[in-house]
């Protein structure tokens, strides 16, 4: 079983920017879809990302679209979040998986990790 480790998370004000990474050792990062949540405080996880293995099937949800960009490094086993132009919305904890089909938190595969937490204050 793959364990997948976010990282790159803290504290940031409005407009600013955050690299998230996700980590996986055990195995080689999915073949299939990998993809971004998150979940705020009070809220259920959602769905912020994915892309496919060879870097395509990119799609973004609506709250985050146009602000974020989603990327992997095959070589390096590891997936990237770059948020950009962040709101106080966008404080969550936000964590990676990989996923049957978009854009479903149940859908993934593997065990969710502990996450990064992301903060935005205004």
């Known amino acids: 079983q793959v364990q997948l480790v976010e990282s790159g998370g803290g504290l940031v004000q409005a407009g600013g920017s955050l690299r998230l990474s996700c980590a996986a050792s055990g195995r080689t990062l999915s073949t299939s879809l990998m993809g971004w949540f998150r979940q705020a405080p009070g809220k259920e996880r959602e769905f912020v990302a994915h892309?496919?293995?060879?870097?395509?099937?990119?799609y973004y949800a609506d709250p985050v679209k146009g602000r974020i960009t989603i990327s992997r490094d095959n070589a390096k086993n590891t997936m990237y979040l770059q948020m950009n132009s962040l709101k106080p919305e966008d404080t969550a904890v936000y964590y990676c998986?990989?996923?049957?089909?978009?854009?479903?938190?149940?859908?993934?595969?593997?065990?969710w990790g502990k996450g990064t937490l992301v903060t935005v204050s205004s």
């Open positions: 892309i496919g293995w060879s870097g395509g099937s990119i």
């Open positions: 998986n990989s996923l049957k089909y978009c854009c479903d938190p149940r859908s993934v595969m593997d065990y």
